[in-house]
Antibody, heavy 121, light 109 residues
């Protein structure tokens, strides 16, 4: 079964850091681009970050550029999102998403269940 | 940056046809993907490349894309179709970033 399982969410103070992980199974992880999409409470979907299949290319939304770092370990079938200088507006459910191809294109065909990040004092 | 515009809500009676639009500048030249999100759940891909259905998605779901509007059509609507629906494209003019519409809440009366 194709599956993505996020972990690492929680409550963090403004200015703090958090690392999200996403464990993939059921497909050849190293062949696909991976993405992070977030959803603030009661709001729509926001595209956050992407990484190509070999990790050589990354993308960040302007809202997180310079504060978030996406990475992957293909030997461990794991995707990461290192978040720093967190703000209240980063509060959201963060979804790990599998792309259809090795680079950023196509549809998002598999989504994890999401992990909640709350930034609050 | 590229903007996708969806109506906040659409209401339809059971058994009728629901149409959810997604507007964007010359969106007909892009491939549009649609996602369904039920309360408390992760989104699910229901239409990709304008009109293709992933395996397991009922034939009642269909899509079209032309000019400045893409449309998700749900025929013979059921109570279980009540959800939020999001359209998505890639903005090749902006580092090839993913773009989502604001979402449409489908209410089955």
């Amino acid at each position: 079964e194709v599956q993505l399982v996020e972990s690492g969410g929680g409550l963090v103070q403004p200015g703090g850091s958090l690392r999200l992980s996403c464990s993939a199974s059921g497909f050849t992880f190293s062949s696909y681009a991976m993405h992070w999409v977030r959803q603030a409470p009661g709001k729509g979907l926001e595209y956050v970050s992407a990484i190509s299949s070999n990790g050589g290319s990354t993308y960040y939304a302007d809202s997180v550029k310079g504060r978030f770092t996406i990475s992957r370990d293909n030997s461990k079938n794991t995707l990461y999102l290192q978040m720093s200088s967190l703000r209240a507006e980063d509060t959201a459910v963060y979804y790990c998403v599998k792309g259809e191809y090795s680079s950023s294109s196509g549809a998002f065909d598999i989504w994890g269940q999401g992990t909640m990040v709350t930034v609050s004092s | 940056s590229y903007v996708l515009t969806q109506p906040p809500s659409v209401s339809v009676a059971p058994g009728k046809t629901a149409r959810i639009t997604c507007g964007g500048n010359n969106i007909g030249s892009k491939s549009v993907h649609w996602y369904q999100q039920k309360p408390g759940q992760a989104p699910v891909l229901v239409i990709y490349y304008d009109s293709d259905r992933p395996s397991g998605i009922p034939e009642r779901f269909s899509g079209s894309n032309s000019g400045n509007t893409a449309t998700l059509t749900i025929s013979r609507v059921e109570a279980g179709d009540e959800a939020d629906y999001y359209c998505q494209v890639w903005d090749s003019s902006s580092d090839h970033r993913g773009v989502f519409g604001g979402g449409t809440k489908l209410t089955v009366l």
